[in-house]
């Protein structure tokens, strides 16, 4: 039995669950479990579901209908779709009601601006553009609020957020990566809603890293626990969007929620020093400029780097072992030939070479 804890979604009136629900992980070939899934989100006290067309395949919101059976008031499910130069009020507003056909509901709490970016800010507001459909849809009560999300850089994203047109911003957040701290403490100040997603970095922090585990004050039962954790101690945080597809995973996060009570100031400090630390090592080494690339011989040195740094750095060796395998050979650490061309282009005069060979030792 889980007590969920809501918190206030910004300033539009609503309790959100802090742990939300990205649908864009749910099972693709096993829609029966998908429904379940999403059924045992709600019975846990889940309320919001982000979800989009564009997701698995084109078929997010098809496998979270049956598990929503209709009920969308009393449920903040969340639409999404992209703009583009082509992108008229029109056409807009026909992707929100396909959208809301295949999720077979007649209304959406929120509906967000995807892969939105602040060189899209025009596009959005022009004559007979996107935003007059949504203005338009909210009107007539076919939707709720409208917010955004994309991978703008951090300061693009506070710009977006000051220009008052979004009642939310859904934005990457996660012990690291924290680049969107500043972004979320503004979107806090103008009393925006928050949603965290990639609380655990796509399932990186998934994977065991005692390391992380331990900088949680009193230490956390298992590293996902510790990623939720990170996220829900922000206050400026409404909530941690977690793609679910399992209810194992659904019972592990809901349960880190319902136990978590908080972070003092001592531990929250204590906590973001050690990650400064932890970044600062990193930096120590590869800082993934890719001014070494591109490798005749086709190994990705930066990919590689990035991989045995969450490693050493995080802990995260079983994580960056699958990873490293998942490469194709050629990208690989191993197929390096020595041929040392990369290594006067690295402003780091890092020893690629000797690095390269301590990478595909520790990883294959
Ligand atoms: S030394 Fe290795 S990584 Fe560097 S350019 Fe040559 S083959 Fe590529
Ligand atoms: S040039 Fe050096 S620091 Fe930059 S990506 Fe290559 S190895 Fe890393």
Request: charged letters at 25%; hydrophobic letters at 40%.
């Amino acid at each position: 039995m889980f007590i969920m804890k809501y918190r206030p979604l910004g300033k539009t009136g609503l309790q959100v669950s802090a742990l939300a629900m990205g649908c864009m992980r749910l099972p693709e070939h096993d829609p029966e479990l998908a429904a379940e899934v999403v059924d045992a989100a709600i019975a846990a006290g889940v309320n919001y579901f982000e979800t989009t067309r564009r997701y698995i395949n084109g078929r997010c919101q098809h496998l979270t209908a049956p598990g929503l059976k209709g009920r969308s008031r009393g449920l903040i499910v969340s639409g999404k779709a992209a703009l583009d130069e082509e992108t008229s009020a029109d056409s807009y507003r026909q992707e929100i009601d396909l959208q809301m056909e295949i999720l077979e509901v007649d209304y959406l709490e929120f509906f967000q601006v995807g892969w939105f970016a602040l060189d899209k800010l025009e596009l959005l507001t022009k004559n007979g553009g996107a935003l007059e459909a949504l203005d338009k849809a909210r009107d007539e009560g076919i939707i709720g609020h409208i917010g955004f999300t994309g991978h703008d850089k951090p300061e693009n994203f506070t710009k977006v957020v000051e220009t008052g047109i979004f009642e939310s911003v859904t934005l990457p957040y996660n012990m690291l990566n924290r680049s969107y701290a500043p972004t979320i403490k503004r979107a806090g100040e103008l009393d925006m809603g928050v949603v965290v997603m990639c609380p655990v970095a796509g399932g990186m922090l998934a994977s065991p890293s005692p390391q992380l585990q331990d900088i949680i004050p009193g230490g956390a039962a298992t590293t996902a626990a510790a990623a939720i954790q990170f996220v829900l101690r922000n206050h400026d945080v409404s909530c941690a969007c977690s793609g679910m597809s399992t209810l194992e995973m659904l019972n592990e996060n809901a349960a880190t929620v319902s136990s978590f009570e908080g972070m003092s100031a001592d531990g929250q400090a204590r906590m973001d020093r050690i990650l400064d630390e932890f970044a600062a090592v990193g930096e120590k080494f590869c800082t993934a400029c890719g001014y070494c690339m591109d490798c005749p011989n086709g190994v990705d040195i930066p990919g590689n780097f990035r991989l045995y740094n969450h490693a050493r750095i995080y802990d995260l060796t079983e994580w960056a072992r699958s990873q490293y395998q998942a490469m194709d050979e050629q990208k690989r650490a191993a197929a390096c030939t020595e041929c040392g061309e990369c290594e006067p282009k690295c402003p780091n005069t890092l020893p690629i070479r000797e690095q390269l060979k301590e990478v595909a030792q520790a990883l294959s």
